[in-house]
Nanobody, 123 residues
Framework: QVQLVESGGGLVQTGGSLRLSCLAS???????VGWFRQAPGKEREFVGG????????RYTDSVKGRFTIATDNAKNTVYLQMNSLKPEDTAVYYCAARYGKSWSTREIDYNYWGQGTQVTVSS
């Protein structure tokens, strides 16, 4: 069983950067970790993810070139580096984990969730 704890959210100005961390206790070599976000009044959406086994990453189009996901195996931590932030990136960000041989952008396919961390980008 995987336990996830996010940290690193906060308030930043447009164009700024933040790095979110997701401590994944109990993760295995085949864990897939996804980052999701939910803005007020909107559905939760997939931001990107990483496959711990080989480091393969996926991103939604709106964050490509701005966000980067990476792992630190020694710390069992997944990072979401967010650069060139925009007001529309404002949301609660969640990390989630699943075991599977394929990618999924659907939250229903993720079994384990962190508590979320707020990111606010001011204009």
């Amino acid at each position: 069983q995987v336990q996830l704890v996010e940290s690193g959210g906060g308030l930043v100005q447009t164009g700024g950067s933040l790095r979110l961390s997701c401590l994944a206790s109990g993760r295995s070599f085949t864990t897939r970790v996804g980052w999701f976000r939910q803005a007020p009044g909107k559905e939760r959406e997939f931001v990107g993810g990483i496959y711990w086994a080989d480091g393969e990453t996926r991103y939604t189009d709106s964050v490509k070139g701005r966000f980067t996901i990476a792992t630190d195996n020694a710390k069992n931590t997944v990072y979401l580096q967010m650069n060139s932030l925009k007001p529309e990136d404002t949301a609660v960000y969640y990390c989630a984990a699943r075991y599977g041989k394929s990618w999924s952008t659907r939250e229903i396919d993720y079994n384990y969730w962190g508590q979320g961390t707020q990111v606010t980008v001011s204009s």
